[in-house]
């Protein structure tokens, strides 16, 4: 039993308290759940579901009530949330990656302007950025009834001079890798390896090393080998741009193995990291036709370009949210628009 004349235990204030992993701003509900990022010089940063980062000063920790991710978050959004790039720059996440694809196509990937700028329906003149009519292409070229005729008659020449000619019109694969293509020695060794890595029952390191040895070191890339693979099998297969898929993966605090190279283990990475995209953006009613849409959905929204976009967007809003915070407690404490203004100039959301 404590004795009465014992002194009674300070009792704790959100400043003393330890910095709750997971929170919600008690006047900002639509900022949704925060994930702390760090605590330093009494201050405290959340990551907000919204995609914005915002940092608060002691004396406003009240303002944040501690919470539990709820069952229907899934684990890639939780990932995401508490996603930081090596504790510098944040990068934005997928939501924000959402919203200004939603800008630019409202209607999504059935988006009459998706579907004409990026799949090419209904175009007269494909250009390379079509997906359709590279599709239509390769459903003939790399079918394995075209294959298995070239190489009965002997046109191995024939063959790989229709691969080139499809690698180079999409832009899947730079034109300086498929220069690289044209150097490439046809032959029977070519026609069985390419046969085996699109087609083969063989494991993932046999194909890939028989087609690696044929075409030899200089054209195997990531873009010739991904997207040869994706045109055969959209669904299940897809391109593989590495530095903007290195930046989709820390935005999700994903581990990728990645490599300078074409490897299996490498692109099962890879194509775990899409397919996991591709998931998400389902569950938020935003369905994908294959996983080409979703490699083009990772290019559209994490390219320099993009990022810059939604580093602004992030700005402008924080700057109306400020002032809306400023607005609701300014009476009571005029210092707490500094508390509830995001980082966005000190820990940027984004990089170029």
Not at 41 to 46: L, N, Q, T, V
Not at 287 to 297: A, E, G, R, S, T
Request: proline share 7%.
């Amino acid at each position: 039993m404590q004795s009465p004349l014992a002194e009674p235990a300070p009792s704790q204030t959100p400043e003393t308290m330890p910095a709750p992993q997971y929170v919600r701003h008690s006047k900002r509900p639509q900022w949704g759940m925060g994930a702390l990022l760090w605590e330093r010089d009494e201050k405290r940063s959340y990551r907000f579901e919204d995609g914005e980062v915002r940092s608060f000063k002691a004396g406003f920790f009240h303002f944040l009530d501690a919470v539990r991710p709820p069952d229907s978050m899934t684990q890639l959004e939780i990932q995401q949330l508490n996603a930081t790039e090596n504790g510098q720059q944040t990068l934005p996440g997928l939501r924000a990656q959402l919203a200004l694809f939603l800008h630019d196509y409202p209607g999504g990937f059935a988006d009459s302007k998706w579907l004409n700028a990026r799949r090419g329906v209904g175009v007269r003149r494909p250009l390379k950025r079509h997906r359709e009519p590279v599709m239509a292409t390769a459903a003939r070229v790399l079918s394995l009834k075209n294959i298995d005729k070239r190489r009965a008659d002997g046109e191995h020449a024939l063959l790989w001079d229709e691969v080139t000619a499809l690698l180079s019109s999409t832009d899947l694969v730079p034109s300086q890798h498929t220069s690289l293509t044209r150097k490439v020695s046809p032959g029977p060794a070519l026609t069985d390896a390419l046969r085996l890595f699109l087609h083969g029952p063989d494991t993932e390191v046999a194909r890939f090393d028989a087609l690696r040895r044929a075409i030899g070191r200089d054209a195997w890339t990531w873009p010739v080998v991904s997207t040869l693979r994706c045109l055969v099998d959209p669904l299940g297969e897809v391109p593989i741009r590495p530095s903007v898929f290195a930046v989709q993966a820390k935005t999700l605090a994903s581990s990728i193995s990645a490599s300078r190279t074409p490897a299996p283990r490498a692109y099962e990475s890879y194509l775990r990291l899409a397919r996991h995209v591709r998931d998400w953006l389902v569950a938020q009613n935003v369905q994908p036709k294959d996983l080409l849409d979703v490699h083009d959905f990772i290019w559209e929204t994490l390219r320099p370009a993009a990022r810059k976009r939604i580093t602004a967007a992030a700005t402008d809003r924080s700057t109306s949210t400020a002032a809306g915070a400023a607005k609701d407690t300014g009476k009571d404490k005029p210092q707490e628009a500094d508390a509830d203004k995001t980082d966005a100039d000190k820990t940027d959301a984004d990089e170029a």
